[in-house]
């Protein structure tokens, strides 16, 4: 039993454009709220957390309704084609109704103004003055923006989804970081186009051919996942697999959709897998989403090149991880990432502004590798307790985790830095959250899988039974 690697990488060509897209959004849409309308960073992060609290009730709710949809594309395609159309054309109209914002700064000579050497905070002021004076273009981007945000949530779970409707459970774990590396190539094409663009040169440039640009490459996933992808072939030829190699029962005729109710120690252990997943997700995101603030700030370390050989160390590690859990086990293997994330963390702590800054690229080294570890095995136990009609339902579950605690996280940390200071708080909070994600997931008893080198020796005597 091998993993098909083609399929893997082109199912994920969904996950390709929705890296991209984030990318880019994540990129941009600060800048314009705060350069373009005046945004203060409190109002512009309060709208930048929209994303995540959307998704903690559409993700669960789309993945659900994705299991009861069949079409002739399948039960997730449809979810994937029209959701990617309607937020690729309004990202491309939220930057014309930028634009428009954006002639009139010009035409109130701010650019010149901040050219001048005025203060950041006057310059600011004068834009948000501009804003308020007439607020149809704001209120015209909020709404376009909210289409955008809710256009992509009703496709991130049925697109994560039909990884496991395709690969049969021992082969997840190896599945997933195809579909993590994927993803990844999305996201580094945005950020060439950002430097080729050059976003972050200029405060009042028009972002509508740098969008264009960035739809295009999601286009083009778009295109070879319609155009290679056959959903429903490949889901079949999965589950007679299961059936075969005694992974899933077969379904009565008149249940195809069937679903399982959960024993009482799967569900302790759904539990306890999803509560870890809040946990490391706070420790993990309380140090990225502010390690920026605490390079500059605290350490004077230039944070930028830490964050890439993190996601370097991340790349290169997934595929061994993949291959490692195959053989070690899902929960063994998750367990020792979170060692060596804590480590990391741990190790953090220590680094003050008399230490070299070239020792900080090892201990985000450690990191890349220790997140790699936990990443491409948490999503596969989650799923892994769900029956083909409940796939997508159990992937809501896993979100709704992994976004509260992306919204949690900010708010809990920045609580204490104010309180206590960020030295003392920054890396200790997450090594904390991430050491009482060990706990929980030491008393996990399901979610791991079959070894394949049994199910491929039940597999080989069944087919010389059969001759």
């Given at each position: 039993m091998k993993l098909n690697y083609k399929r893997v990488i082109l199912v994920g060509m969904a996950f390709f454009l929705i890296s991209a897209f984030w990318q880019a959004y994540d990129a941009i849409v600060p800048l314009i709220l705060t350069n373009h309308f005046g945004l203060p960073q409190t109002a512009s992060g309060a709208v930048m957390s929209i994303d995540n609290i959307l998704a903690v009730f559409m993700l669960p709710?789309?993945?659900?309704?994705?299991?009861?949809?069949?079409?002739?594309?399948?039960?997730?395609?449809?979810?994937?084609?029209?959701?990617?159309?309607?937020?690729?054309?309004?990202?491309?109209?939220?930057?014309?109704?930028?634009?428009?914002?954006?002639?009139?700064?010009?035409?109130?000579?701010?650019?010149?103004?901040?050219?001048?050497?005025a203060a950041d905070e006057a310059v600011r002021k004068l834009t948000v003055e501009l804003t308020i004076a007439n607020p149809l273009p704001f209120i015209g981007f909020i709404a376009t923006l909210l289409v955008v945000l809710i256009a992509m949530a009703t496709f991130r779970s049925p697109a994560v989804a039909l990884m496991p409707d395709v690969t049969v459970k021992p082969l997840r774990s190896k599945a997933n970081a195809i579909i993590n590396l994927t993803g990844t190539a999305g996201g580094i094409l945005v950020l060439a186009l950002g430097m080729v663009f050059a976003t972050s040169k200029n405060h009042y440039m028009q972002y509508t051919g740098y969008v264009v640009?960035?739809?295009?490459?999601?286009?083009?996933?778009?295109?070879?996942?319609?155009?290679?992808?056959?959903?429903?072939?490949?889901?079949?030829?999965?589950?007679?697999?299961?059936?075969?190699?005694?992974?899933?029962?077969?379904?009565?005729?008149?249940?195809?959709?069937?679903?399982?109710?959960?024993?009482?120690?799967?569900?302790?252990?759904?539990?306890?897998?999803?509560?870890?997943?809040?946990?490391?997700?706070?420790?993990?995101?309380?140090?990225?989403?502010?390690?920026?603030?605490?390079?500059?700030?605290?350490?004077?370390?230039?944070?930028?090149?830490?964050?890439i050989v993190a996601q370097a160390a991340a790349?290169?590690?997934?595929?061994?991880?993949?291959?490692?859990?195959?053989?070690?086990?899902?929960?063994?293997?998750?367990?020792?990432?979170?060692?060596?994330?804590?480590?990391?963390f741990f190790i953090g702590n220590f680094i003050t502004p008399d230490t070299p800054e070239i020792i900080m690229y090892p201990v985000f080294v450690l990191a890349g590798i220790g997140w790699a570890t936990i990443n491409v095995n948490s999503f596969p136990m989650v799923v892994e307790l769900a029956k083909g009609g409940d796939v997508g339902k159990y992937t809501g579950y896993y979100?709704?985790?992994?976004?509260?605690?992306?919204?949690?996280?900010?708010?809990?940390?920045?609580?204490?830095?104010?309180?206590?200071?960020?030295?003392?708080?920054?890396?200790?909070?997450?090594?904390?959250?991430?050491?009482?994600?060990?706990?929980?997931?030491?008393?996990?008893?399901?979610?791991?899988?079959?070894?394949?080198?049994?199910i491929e020796k039940k597999d080989l005597l069944e087919q010389l039974d059969v001759d």
């Open positions: 709710i789309f993945g659900a309704l994705s299991d009861k949809v069949n079409t002739r594309l399948g039960k997730r395609t449809p979810f994937i084609l029209i959701g990617s159309v309607v937020a690729m054309a309004s990202f491309v109209c939220l930057t014309l109704i930028d634009n428009y914002q954006l002639a009139r700064v010009a035409a109130a000579g701010i650019p010149e103004i901040a050219q001048s050497g640009a960035v739809v295009a490459i999601m286009l083009t996933g778009l295109i070879v996942f319609l155009l290679s992808v056959k959903e429903k072939k490949w889901a079949k030829e999965m589950e007679d697999d299961a059936i075969r190699l005694g992974l899933e029962d077969a379904p009565a005729e008149d249940d195809s959709k069937a679903t399982r109710k959960l024993s009482k120690a799967e569900f302790i252990s759904l539990l306890l897998i999803l509560a870890s997943v809040a946990l490391w997700f706070i420790g993990y995101n309380s140090i990225t989403s502010k390690y920026s603030v605490y390079a500059t700030n605290i350490l004077g370390f230039d944070f930028n090149f830490t964050l790349i290169v590690a997934y595929i061994p991880v993949g291959i490692i859990s195959s053989k070690l086990g899902r929960k063994k293997t998750i367990l020792a990432g979170i060692i060596i994330l804590a480590s990391a979100y709704t985790a992994s976004m509260s605690a992306q919204i949690v996280a900010p708010i809990l940390s920045g609580f204490l830095y104010d309180l206590i200071g960020m030295r003392y708080v920054f890396f200790a909070f997450g090594t904390v959250f991430v050491l009482l994600s060990f706990v929980t997931m030491l008393f996990v008893k399901h979610g791991d899988s079959k070894k394949i080198d049994k």
